[in-house]
């Protein structure tokens, strides 16, 4: 019998915070390379647009910032990839709007990880801004789309009874303690995250994810608008990870995914898969 889809995904979001705070406990790792701008240039249209933080809609606000970098990086050759991303670093917040990876009609997919995309944004985000990579504490995946992580969305929510038929709105926060926690970090919609953090520790500095909070606008409880919030805090010197769940079942290595950032969230499996 092959492992549920949620035990699929809790056990990759707890291979990835434990490799996580591995790398923190690392002070003499050294961050990889930032992609440089000629190369990003090369491969990449990026446009940066400045707007008024207004503008920008969040259904639990995060203020502190009069403005977000609304940036969109396409891949030149094929336009239908790209990151779309909203960057304000006073408030620390990093907003994925909307995120394709893969383009089934060509097999194509984005030269680089959502994880070192998105720290390359932040680190310019924040040279403009003149402030420090290290300001980061938001990280929101908007408008969940990708269909395994909404299934475990609703699962999560089932799991602590939240009844999603008679609520407005919802909004339910979960913590390290939480097997929905390791869950939710090992959809296609979370994993990006502990990989970014490792990946750019150096500039970021030892930071991990607190808390994630499920936002849903239940106007048709069938179809739930989801939104991610994760909480990016500065990680203790020594950590616990000890979730209701402490023995985790064995990983089905037919249905295992890789421990490789596949976290641009998009609708393309394949992409999930890559």
């Known amino acids: 019998m092959g492992v549920s889809r949620w035990d699929k995904f809790y ?19 050294q961050d990889p390379d930032p992609i440089a701008e000629s190369e990003m240039s090369e491969k990449l249209a990026t ?13 639990n606000g995060v203020e502190g910032s009069d403005h977000f970098f609304d940036v969109n990086a396409k891949l030149k050759k094929l336009k239908t990839l790209y990151y779309h991303s ?19 009609s060509s097999n194509t997919t984005m030269p680089w990880k959502w994880s070192k995309t998105i720290g390359t944004l932040w680190m310019q985000a924040c040279t403009k801004d003149n402030l420090l990579p290290s300001s980061l504490k938001w990280i929101f995946r908007d408008t969940i789309t990708n ?55 150096h500039h970021l500095g030892e930071k991990t994810v607190t808390s994630i909070t499920i936002l849903a606008e239940m106007d048709d409880p069938t179809n739930p608008l989801f939104d991610l919030k994760f909480a ?3 990680a203790p010197t020594r950590e616990s990870t000890t979730a209701t769940n402490t023995s985790p079942p064995e990983i089905d ?12 969230g998009c609708h393309g499996l394949s992409c999930t898969l890559m």
């Open 232 to 234: 990016i805090g500065k």
């Open 47 to 59: 446009t940066w647009k400045k707007v008024s933080a207004n503008e920008i809609t969040l259904r």
């Open 147 to 201: 269909p395994e992580t909404r299934d475990v969305l609703k699962e999560a929510l089932l799991r602590t009874k939240v009844n999603m038929k008679t609520l407005d709105t919802i909004e339910k926060t979960f913590t390290r303690k939480d097997e929905a926690f390791y869950a939710i970090m090992g959809t296609p919609n979370g994993n990006g995250i502990p990989w970014l953090l490792k990946e750019y520790a």
């Open 11 to 29: 056990n990759k979001g707890k291979r990835d915070m434990e490799s996580l705070s591995a790398r923190l406990g690392n002070s003499d790792a």
């Open 86 to 104: 909203f960057f304000s670093p006073r408030p620390g917040v990093i907003i994925a709007a909307s995120n394709e990876g893969y383009d089934k």
């Open 253 to 264: 290595p037919q249905n295992a995914y890789d421990d490789e950032d596949d976290g641009c």
